[in-house]
């Protein structure tokens, strides 16, 4: 099994930045198995959806509403994910969660993780 823990979320005026963290830990197995890596949030009364998306070779993917203000970026050897978010609007607020995709040798099938979300607020 793969846990994430989620941190850096917090009430930003319009404009500013915050850095959310995410940090995986499990057995070294399945932690070795990490592939792609996610960054998704929920505003109130909205679905979830894809923020932004990093591979374990590093590329990067981003929702259209995102592009240049985000950035998504991880340290394997932490086995941290990382979202740098600048020029926050107040549409951004909403609760931010980690998801993991990783490789279960156990089951022989890809599985996800998901962090319990961390709240970034944006006032205007």
């Known amino acids: 099994q793969v846990y994430l823990e989620e941190s850096g979320g917090g009430l930003v005026q319009a404009g500013g930045s915050l850095r959310l963290s995410c940090a995986a830990s499990?057995?070294?197995?399945?932690?070795?198995?990490?592939?792609?890596m996610h960054w998704y949030r929920q505003a109130p009364g909205k679905q979830r959806e894809l923020v932004a998306g990093i591979t374990s070779g590093g590329s990067t993917n981003y929702a259209d509403s995102v592009k240049g203000r985000f950035t998504i970026s991880r340290d394997n050897d932490k086995n941290t994910v990382y979202l740098q978010m600048n020029s926050l609007k107040p549409e951004d607020t909403a609760d931010y969660y980690c998801?993991?995709?990783?490789?279960?040798?156990?089951?022989?099938?890809?599985?996800?993780?998901w962090g319990q979300g961390t709240q970034v607020t944006v006032s205007s």
């Open positions: 998801n993991v995709a990783w490789f279960d040798i156990v089951t022989r099938r890809p599985r996800d993780s």
């Open positions: 499990g057995s070294i197995a399945s932690i070795n198995a990490i592939n792609a």
